[in-house]
């Protein structure tokens, strides 16, 4: 018997619902039309809607690797517009010396790019001997040990 246009249409959206609204079978249900919740949960179980399932996962893990590289491209063009609005900068500086809002400008530039330069900021660490006094190294030549 052939499933009918109206059937297969609601798997699908039972399917879609269900992967994007983060697995909530309620919502999934209330989307494709189903009222009793036990029969979208054997529709789950269909091979037809678990590969549907299966499908929908594998596109929105595809668009969100595209959206990073959008994002990571995005970001690299951000970078690079600095970097030139900073050269203009000094160019406008070196013609112009002592302009107060320039060098304000140029300073945050200067301090927003060594900051994301900088992936992980080398923590300070102090070490002091038992007394807490500050250590101090001695470097002997090799004859002298």
Same mark, same amino acid.
């Given at each position: #018997?052939?499933? !009918?246009?109206?059937?297969? !249409?609601?798997?699908?959206?039972?399917?879609? !619902? &269900?992967?994007?609204? $983060? &697995?909530?079978?309620?919502?999934?249900?209330?989307?494709?039309?189903?009222?009793?919740?036990?029969?979208?949960?054997?529709?789950?179980?269909?091979?037809?809607? *678990?590969?549907?399932? +299966?499908?929908?996962?594998? #596109?929105?893990?595809?668009?969100?690797?595209?959206?990073?590289?959008?994002?990571?491209?995005?970001?690299?063009? +951000?970078?690079?517009?600095?970097?030139?609005?900073?050269?203009?900068?000094?160019?406008?500086?070196? *013609?112009?010396?002592? !302009? +107060?809002?320039?060098? *304000?400008?140029?300073?945050?530039?200067?301090? &927003?790019?060594?900051?994301?330069?900088?992936?992980?900021?080398?923590?300070?660490?102090?070490?002091? $001997?038992?007394? $807490?006094?500050?250590?101090?190294?001695?470097?002997?030549?090799?004859?002298?040990?």
């Amino acid at each position: #018997m052939a499933e !009918t246009m109206k059937k297969r !249409t609601r798997k699908i959206i039972l399917a879609e !619902t &269900y992967v994007l609204s $983060g &697995y909530d079978l309620t919502a999934a249900c209330r989307a494709a039309g189903y009222k009793n919740r036990a029969w979208a949960y054997q529709l789950l179980q269909d091979p037809e809607v *678990r590969e549907h399932i +299966a499908w929908v996962e594998e #596109m929105r893990r595809e668009q969100t690797i595209n959206l990073r590289k959008a994002i990571d491209a995005g970001a690299v063009d +951000a970078y690079r517009d600095l970097l030139a609005q900073k050269k203009r900068l000094v160019e406008f500086l070196e *013609r112009n010396p002592g !302009t +107060a809002w320039a060098e *304000r400008l140029l300073k945050d530039i200067a301090v &927003y790019l060594i900051d994301k330069s900088i992936p992980d900021p080398p923590q300070k660490h102090e070490h002091s $001997g038992p007394d $807490g006094e500050a250590l101090q190294i001695i470097i002997k030549a090799p004859d002298e040990v």
